[in-house]
């Protein structure tokens, strides 16, 4: 016996399934992110990244917007590892490029774009403006020297910053552990920031499954031309659709000759940098003043750049 | 309390393991993803239960923990309830693909891109009654001249999508096309022609068999099937088309 209307129980279907779909695919993400979080915690030492990267915050940007070559990771697991790379002393420059452009400048997500447009304008594009973006963000997130204005507390470098117990020493620091109490120790950041991020990914989930089973579709693509309104409103899709960036270019694939080349790139350029859910984990990094940065600073960034291509370009 | 919250934790992440290894196990997971996304929910389940060992592990030890750092001081039900939340959802909604009630929401998509990652050959190149749903939509959308297609043999299963304007003697069948996961879900469909259309139920499975002809549906050629046979289906394993 139906206990709802039939049209409110085809939407909660829909809503569940859609809201599923997010989850099921970014769980696992997640989980890799945590865990590799984990593995940087145990198996590297403080410091170990300030004195490999360059002095420089522009080099230091530069340089973290193309280690996710070496931490393959997308959005979701983005997050809590780039918190750890601060705690492990990696410069802030260096990982706001590192969080920006990692879940683009990855082996899989490169892969990803090049099996769905060719090598073309569309790959270096959206390859190039992530890095320029993200290394720029960094490099202004440079000019504020005293991380404990930017961060939460539990974000914070564990040494230097502000006194020695701002940082939480997420491990006692001893004589190198046994293996055992290795991969206990992996396992529990795993858990713990598994559930401290999972909130935010099941509630931008929810949000965007939400947005999607009510406002349709056709809302939004109606409007598809215009040098400048076909940037924002691709721009709009990407944060509402809050999809992983390692099949985003599937997805942008299907706008190619109804919407402008700049404003398919905006939408493979900021969709990865910023949607609901990796806004909601933002929230649990940094101070809310440093979110509104981490968001405006990129929006405005692709904005300019989509629509000086629409009209400065033929692509 | 420390002991309260990773036994919580464990609880949580071992029935996430058990939730997704079970929808492996059904075959529903296909309801929610692309099948190449099939080894990241088996690395999913393998990665809950081993951290659902780790917290057990935490909450069986004798020793409290002693760096408190980890587990926060008041018990937090924000997070739990957050977590334990789409457990909730997938076992209290009946799970249930995508269907004709989704279109309004989606759209109906007419020119789908014509392959991604080197995916199947032109849809040209197959069979007419090979050609699935999306075959046939990429087809006429890719087509110089769709009148090429005129009587070829259509044999496609998709699921009965109605509306209004199209009357009491025609109606859609279609499917759902799906990238990545429901999320980026987008409908593909073809017109029918078929005498009972009334009779059928909104979104029943149907296997539909008939020549081909071309159609219009809001400007777009789109491909119509003057059915010989509309018979009912089961819903296929895979209900989505991969692109």
């Known amino acids: 016996m139906p206990i709802l209307p039939a049209g409110l ?32 915690e145990v198996f590297f030492s403080q410091g170990d ?30 997050v809590p590892l780039a918190r750890r790379l601060v705690h492990k002393g990696l ?37 190039g403006l992530t890095v320029l973006i993200a290394v720029a963000t960094g490099a202004v997130f440079a000019l504020q020297r005293r991380p404990e204005r930017l961060l939460l507390p539990q974000s914070l470098p564990a040494i230097g910053g502000a006194g020695a117990d701002a940082g939480r020493p997420l491990e006692l620091r001893r004589a190198p552990p046994a293996l055992a109490e290795r991969v206990r120790r992996v396992l529990v950041i795993g858990v713990d920031e598994f559930f401290e991020m999972g909130r935010y990914l099941v509630f931008g989930g929810l949000l965007a499954s939400l947005m999607q089973t009510f406002i349709p579709q056709s809302a939004l693509l109606g ?51 910023v949607d609901i859910k990796s806004t909601l984990m933002f929230l649990g990094v940094f101070r809310r003043r440093a979110v509104v940065y981490l968001i405006l600073l990129p929006l405005l960034m692709t ?13 | ?80 309830l957050f ?31 014509l392959t991604v990652s080197g995916g199947p050959a032109v849809p040209l190149d197959i069979a007419p009654q090979e050609r699935t749903i999306l075959d046939w939509v990429r087809a006429f959308n890719y087509a110089d001249d769709v009148a090429r297609f005129h009587d070829q043999p259509a044999d496609v299963v998709g699921f009965v999508y109605r509306r209004p304007d199209l009357g ?39 296997r539909v068999r008939g020549p081909v002809r071309a159609a219009e549906l809001n400007g777009q050629p789109i491909p119509l099937i003057a059915a010989v046979s509309v018979e009912p289906t089961e819903q296929p394993e895979h209900p989505y088309m991969y692109p």
Request: aromatic content about 10%; glycine content about 8%.
């Open chain 2, 83 to 113: 977590a334990a939340l789409p457990l909730l959802l997938g076992l209290a909604v009946p799970a249930r693909p995508l269907g004709a009630s989704a279109i309004d929401n989606k759209g109906l998509n007419t020119s789908p891109p």
């Open chain 2, 168 to 206: 009491d003697t025609r109606f859609m069948v279609g499917r759902f096309v799906v990238t990545c996961c429901a999320a980026d879900a987008s409908g593909v469909a073809m017109l029918v022609d078929w005498p009972d259309a009334a009779q059928l139920a909104e979104n029943a499975w149907v």
């Open chain 1, 49 to 78: 990244f300030g004195r490999l990267l360059p002095r420089h915050p522009l080099a230091a940007a530069a340089v973290g917007s193309l280690m996710g070559l070496a931490f393959p990771v997308c959005e979701c697991g983005v």
């Open chain 1, 303 to 315: 904005i300019l750049a989509g629509v000086f291509i629409n009209l400065n370009t033929t692509w």
């Open chain 2, 1 to 80: 309390m420390t002991r309260a919250y990773r036994l919580t934790q464990t609880v949580i992440l071992a029935a996430l393991g058990a939730f997704l290894g079970w929808k492996l196990w059904t075959g529903e997971v296909f309801f929610y993803i692309n099948e190449r996304f099939q080894p990241l929910i088996v690395f999913g389940t393998a990665a809950a239960l081993a951290l659902a060992a780790g917290a057990a592990w935490m909450a069986l030890r004798r020793a409290p923990e002693h760096d408190h750092a980890h587990a926060p001081a008041r018990f937090p039900f924000g997070s739990v």
């Open chain 1, 9 to 40: 129980a085809d939407q909660l279907a829909i809503f569940t399934t859609v809201f599923l779909g997010i989850f099921v695919e970014a769980a696992p993400f997640l989980m890799l992110g945590t865990l590799a979080s984990g593995l940087v």
């Open chain 1, 91 to 127: 410069p802030l420059p260096a990982a706001i490029a590192f969080l920006l452009a990692a879940p683009v400048m990855n082996p899989i997500v490169i892969a990803s774009t090049l099996a769905a447009f060719g090598p073309g304008p569309i790959l270096y594009g959206r390859v």
């Open chain 1, 223 to 273: 409007v598809s031309s215009g040098p400048v309104v076909s940037v924002l409103i691709l721009i709009a899709l990407a944060v509402l659709l809050s999809i992983c960036s390692t099949v985003d270019a599937f997805i942008a694939l299907a706008f190619t000759g109804t919407f402008t080349t700049g404003s398919i790139l905006s939408f493979l350029v900021f969709g990865p940098m």
